[in-house]
């Protein structure tokens, strides 16, 4: 299922022009422990982007920068060319409901809430529930009748394409995605990175994909480096 000309309509209106994401000399400090500083990108619509970096340089803790579930010490971050951090929290909420899809790490699937009710969430949010798109988003990551399940029922890989599943069904202008591929086989994995191209390339989504496989970093248009003093493009 296709999205309507007007929601693509309403999507454009919302992203306006340049780039769909800009960082700009961001620095994140636990105490006086630094994680990273003088991280610097941009990201422009239909742009499928990798980031690695060595385990604990702060992947995960940059993509919650970015999506504002964390607050940096410095620098700003800008999605659709409004400035996240300077927004009041409900602004910020609000953004990231139209603008984002997150895939977690941790899955965070609400566990009192059916499969198809958990991928459905960013839809009854946004208030346009819609169930055909709900069972199109069970289908492409390969679990179209295990929609009435509860998460207690499923397994690590499967919440994961549950998790995946949720990010994608509003169809968000920005996906950040932390390591989706890690919890899967090599062919669900495929079919998962396939799901996350295809996002980009037919809805004109940008996707920043943090990952260890090599595999799914050559999926990408470009591959970034995270370092603690910064960012640059893969050698």
């Known amino acids: 299922m296709q999205p309507k000309p007007a929601?693509?309509?309403?999507r454009?209106?919302?992203?306006?022009?340049?780039p769909l994401l800009q960082v700009s000399g961001l620095g994140k400090r636990y105490g006086a422990l630094p994680v990273f500083s003088g991280v610097s990108l941009q990201?422009?619509?239909g742009e499928f982007v990798a980031l690695r970096g060595e385990s604990g340089v702060g992947k995960s803790t940059l993509l919650n920068c970015i999506a504002g579930l964390d607050r940096a010490d410095e620098g700003s971050v800008s999605l659709a060319g409004r400035p996240v951090h300077q927004l009041p929290e409900p602004e910020q909420a609000r953004?990231?409901?139209?603008?984002?899809?997150?895939?977690?790490?941790?899955?965070?699937?609400?566990p009192h809430l059916s499969v198809a009710d958990n991928i459905g969430l960013p839809l009854m949010l946004l208030g346009r529930p819609d169930p055909a798109r709900v069972q199109q988003m069970l289908d492409d990551v390969g679990m179209a009748a295990l929609g009435g399940r509860m998460p207690?029922?499923?397994?690590?890989g499967q919440l994961q394409r549950v998790a995946i599943a949720r990010a994608l069904v509003h169809r968000p202008p920005?996906?950040?995605a932390d390591e989706p591929t890690g919890n899967l086989d090599p062919d669900t994995a495929a079919r998962i990175l396939d799901l996350l191209q295809q996002q980009v390339q037919r809805e004109g989504a940008a996707c920043l994909l943090v990952t260890h496989s090599h595999s799914a970093a050559a999926r990408a248009d470009r591959v970034l480096q995270l370092h603690a003093t910064g960012m640059r493009d893969a050698a």
């Open 7 to 10: 929601e693509l309509d309403a």
């Open 152 to 156: 207690s029922q499923l397994s690590g």
């Open 43 to 45: 990201i422009a619509a």
């Open 174 to 176: 920005l996906i950040l």
């Open 95 to 110: 953004l990231r409901r139209e603008l984002l899809g997150f895939v977690f790490q941790a899955f965070h699937v609400l």
């Open 12 to 18: 454009a209106t919302a992203i306006g022009a340049g």
